[in-house]
């Protein structure tokens, strides 16, 4: 059994504890949490509570929150550390678990270059095998890898260019503030397309992102250069094989991301989580060798199957398989046509 521990229990770190307790070969050693709030105090029921520091310990106590130890005791209790905590920590945090000879897994807001590696589950498994310090790529960067390479491995594609509608903050989060704005990225491409390429090198990608104002999921608009004797079939038929994408279809009601999040309630999975990327099947065609289609894509929830795996895949404990059949199984992760 695999000790994991987290490190930052935020929208990523609790969804990841919750993936690795429901796992037969690992388990969660413990969670680290900052602020003594309502969220550390449920997960209090469930799992042994570190802190950044020494100076924390008083302050949970007084919260009534029994604290183990501080961060680097878990590092001493933990076979390896996935650390969600805000973007630019987990670099920062690489010192203290090269200095405990621990194995680390950073989130996509971390710089490539930081680890050994960047992972996507259908990608590149066997290539993170016995690393020690990796990156799950970010969850619009899971989703363009986990609909582009089935065609990508299957039929080949020549280019690609996607629009990445991004949600503006997470449902919970309140610092922000009101949003009433649409904010496009200068940048071009954006960072999602050098981003895919650390787990797909030899696709020819180019992406640009606009933030809109929800909280649900992002939406990416995809437009794919494909061979022209490839057919709208031969998609789906590919796309039927990969559990986590699952075809939709707006005349079912999926009108919105608003839908699609009512039916991962409806399915009462953890949090109401949906872990596989919606592609909506009437959306796609096949125009002049452009395999045109649209996909939405939960943010809080999509890298969670890709961290399991990802823990796997550096201890060398599974074939990419094997792997992503346990984790499929146990987080009900389906797919195929809704």
């Given at each position: 059994?695999?000790?994991?521990?987290?490190?930052?229990?935020?929208?990523?770190?609790?969804?990841?504890?919750?993936g690795?307790?429901?796992?037969?070969?690992?388990?969660?050693?413990?969670?680290?949490?900052?602020?003594?709030?309502?969220?550390?105090?449920?997960?209090?029921?469930?799992?042994?509570?570190?802190?950044?520091?020494?100076?924390?310990?008083?302050?949970?106590?007084?919260?009534?929150?029994?604290?183990?130890?501080?961060?680097?005791?878990?590092?001493k209790?933990?076979?390896?550390?996935?650390?969600?905590?805000?973007?630019?920590?987990?670099?920062?945090?690489?010192?203290?678990?090269?200095?405990?000879?621990?194995?680390?897994?950073?989130?996509?807001?971390?710089?490539?270059?930081?680890?050994?590696?960047?992972?996507?589950?259908?990608?590149?498994?066997?290539?993170?095998?016995?690393?020690?310090?990796?990156?799950?790529?970010?969850?619009?960067?899971?989703?363009?890898?986990?609909?582009?390479f089935?065609?990508?491995?299957?039929?080949?594609?020549?280019s690609?260019?996607?629009?990445?509608?991004?949600?503006?903050?997470?449902?919970?989060?309140?610092?922000?503030?009101?949003?009433?704005?649409?904010?496009?990225?200068?940048?071009?491409?954006?960072?999602?397309?050098?981003?895919?390429?650390?787990?797909?090198?030899?696709?020819?990608?180019?992406?640009?992102?606009?933030?809109?104002?929800?909280?649900l999921?992002?939406?990416?608009?995809?437009?794919?250069?494909?061979?022209?004797?490839?057919?709208?079939?031969?998609?789906?038929?590919?796309?039927?094989?990969?559990?986590r994408?699952?075809?939709?279809?707006?005349?079912?009601?999926?009108?919105?991301?608003?839908?699609?999040?009512?039916?991962?309630?409806?399915?009462s999975?953890?949090?109401?989580?949906?872990?596989?990327?919606?592609?909506?099947?009437?959306?796609?065609?096949?125009?002049?060798?452009?395999?045109?289609?649209?996909?939405?894509?939960?943010?809080?929830?999509?890298?969670?199957?890709?961290?399991?795996?990802?823990i796997?895949?550096?201890?060398?404990?599974?074939?990419?398989?094997?792997?992503?059949?346990?984790t499929?199984?146990?987080?009900?992760?389906?797919?195929?046509?809704?």
């Open positions: 059994m695999i000790g994991v521990g987290i490190n930052g229990y935020g929208t990523i770190g609790r969804r990841v504890a919750y690795v307790s429901v796992q037969d070969d690992m388990y969660v050693s413990g969670i680290v949490k900052n602020t003594p709030d309502y969220v550390a105090i449920e997960a209090s029921k469930y799992f042994n509570i570190f802190v950044p520091s020494e100076e924390k310990i008083e302050q949970f106590k007084k919260s009534g929150i029994k604290v183990k130890g501080t961060v680097e005791d878990l590092c209790d933990s076979d390896i550390i996935v650390d969600g905590t805000p973007e630019g920590m987990g670099e920062n945090n690489l010192s203290m678990y090269k200095k405990y000879n621990i194995r680390a897994i950073l989130e996509g807001g971390e710089k490539h270059s930081s680890v050994d590696g960047s992972f996507n589950a259908y990608s590149n498994f066997d290539e993170m095998k016995n690393k020690r310090y990796v990156r799950v790529v970010s969850c619009n960067t899971t989703a363009l890898a986990r609909s582009l089935p065609v990508l491995e299957n039929y080949g594609i020549s690609v260019n996607a629009t990445i509608l991004r949600r503006a903050t997470d449902p919970n989060d309140s610092k922000k503030g009101p949003i009433n704005a649409i904010e496009p990225t200068m940048q071009y491409p954006s960072h999602h397309a050098p981003d895919l390429k650390t787990v797909i090198p030899n696709i020819n990608i180019k992406t640009i992102a606009v933030k809109i104002p929800t909280t999921m992002h939406v990416h608009i995809i437009d794919a250069k494909i061979p022209e004797n490839v057919n709208m079939d031969d998609i789906q038929k590919i796309w039927n094989e990969y559990n994408l699952l075809l939709i279809n707006s005349n079912e009601g999926f009108k919105s991301t608003a839908q699609i999040m009512d039916m991962a309630r409806e399915r999975r953890n949090r109401s989580d949906l872990y596989e990327i919606a592609i909506w099947k009437d959306s796609v065609n096949i125009n002049n060798g452009i395999l045109h289609y649209l996909q939405a894509v939960h943010q809080e929830s999509d890298v969670i199957p890709e961290n399991i795996d990802a796997r895949s550096m201890f060398n404990i599974a074939d990419k398989e094997e792997s992503i059949k346990k499929d199984d146990s987080l009900k992760i389906k797919g195929g046509e809704f």
